[in-house]
């Protein structure tokens, strides 16, 4: 079975051709005969010319597996899956902020004001990192001082209490307005948190605010002309990737061990991958989205980023352990996530697949399953028809719930987007009701041939992303910049766990010669969020971690 993913070539635009190209682009007549031509290049004809039987899957509804609740406390989870500490470099966990207050070596309160600071001096920085785009200092010192309080009567609420955590702005957080990366939406503070924010409010974690994102969602790059372009802490001149930009760089820059984010075709695992860190796209359903934009209904996820596989674990268990009624989620199964003994264990590689990337980006991700070869896994062959069809058909659904969620906004609003948005969204409206319920069908299959490939394998393995970070072309500043090409290189791998609505990690697996990180993604069967995680621990006994060029070392500066 041949692999059938072909590369897609859309001339990138910035400067004053990204201006005239929106500009046509929302002209019915000129922008259809422009539109039909992207359309094609993007490989979105494959809809219209495929013959699909399946009957449309709309919604995911993935039926949590029986006898798996964990018996084990956040408390529990803290001795597993600990980061080596020999290794030159090591990020801080929650739990080290966790015995640095118990220890009384120093307290939330003093973290607190090192984060103001940290966040003030990156922003005012000659290249500003431009991760967080809300804080407010009086908010973050007052949760502060409750948690030291805490700390002081020996009271602290859990694992998380003082822990820096920030927020993606697709989500509320009380006291915040949610622009979900807009000029014009989020001109009131929200009143109340959405559930994944309360989760870690009520575990008393230090809300730092809300990071910067691709706005809507709606992009992979991070480049936001509103609130400036996210920067990677490994390399300022370089994209994060998107949409949670600012939340995985604030975790690769040290402001947080954990940040909120949300994936609808990636955006968790994009700037995780290229920014060095964790990113964990749970299974679908698996995390309330109660409390966040709806920007896709069926495909968008909540899920964590974090420095550690031990902190990735434990904020999914704090957002997945409880549904929004306070019901403990039956799904959750996170035992033996420090069992390094992976034998029996079969990681599935499409060959094609796996090596449709960068040659250092491959050599990178093949050296990160040798090390799960090495204590026990084995790789099984496997082959996937349709990925292309699969591709154009995520593609499809994702654009157009984008596009319906923002058309009440969009006949008053439509020039105040960015312009690659202002491009994207008018691509997305030339879709039609067919290739939306085509594109459905095309879902039914996905999950028919991913669940006979699960049948023979554990997890699937792919690199994360294609390519590496690029640098942000100064022509792009301060407009942004349309790169189609880039967005399907970096989206490459990303599709299929939104899709189908399975779980997915990016883990980091080394670096390229400039030092640019490069990550591993391995997918599992729904609600086996436990396996991947346990992989990742694997392999981050073994990857040398490497400090990035931007840092803030917030327990010892």
Known sequence: MPYDLIDTYVP????????????LLEKSMIGWAVEKQILKAMGFEAIDHAVAHEPPTYFLQHKPRQNKVSALSLEDLAQQAVPPEQHPFRYWRGGDYAKAYRDKTITPLV??????DAIKRSDDSATPLRIMINTNADDILAQARASSERFEEGVPLGLFDGVPVAVKDEMDQMGYP???????????????????????????????????MHEIGIGVTGMNPHFGHARNPFNPNCITGGSSSGSAASVAAGLCPVAIGADAGGSIRIPSGLCGVFGLKPTFGS???????????????IGPIAAT?????????L?????????????????????????GIKVGIFQGWFEHAEPEIVQACRKGIESLVSRGASVVPIEIPDLNLMRAAHGIIVASEMAAALDAQYPEHQRAFGLDVR??????????GTQYIKAQQIRTRALNEFNKAFEKVDVIATPTTACV?????ENAIPDGASDLTLLFKLMRYMFVGNLIGVPALSMPVGYNPSGIPIGLQVMGRPYEENLLLRLGGAIEQDIMRAKPSVFFDLLNP
């Open 111 to 116: 973290v607190a004001e090192r984060v103001i």
């Open 309 to 317: 596989i031990q902190d990735t674990a434990l904020a999914y268990a």
């Open 423 to 432: 491009i994207n969204l008018a691509i997305s409206r030339r879709f039609r």
């Open 469 to 473: 970070a690029v640098p942000i072309e």
């Open 178 to 212: 949610t622009t979900v990366g807009t000029s014009f939406l989020g001109k009131h503070n929200q009143e109340a948190d959405a559930f994944a924010v309360r989760c870690f409010r009520d575990a008393g974690a230090l809300l730092i605010g809300k990071t910067n």
């Open 287 to 301: 995390i309330s989205d109660a409390g966040a934009f709806p920007l896709s209904w069926t495909l968008d996820q």
């Open 12 to 23: 990138p635009a910035s400067g004053p051709v990204l201006k005239l190209g929106a500009s």
């Open 319 to 343: 957002m997945a352990g409880k549904g929004p009624a306070g019901k403990l989620g039956q799904s959750i199964n996170l035992n033996g996530l420090d069992n390094l003994d992976l034998d």
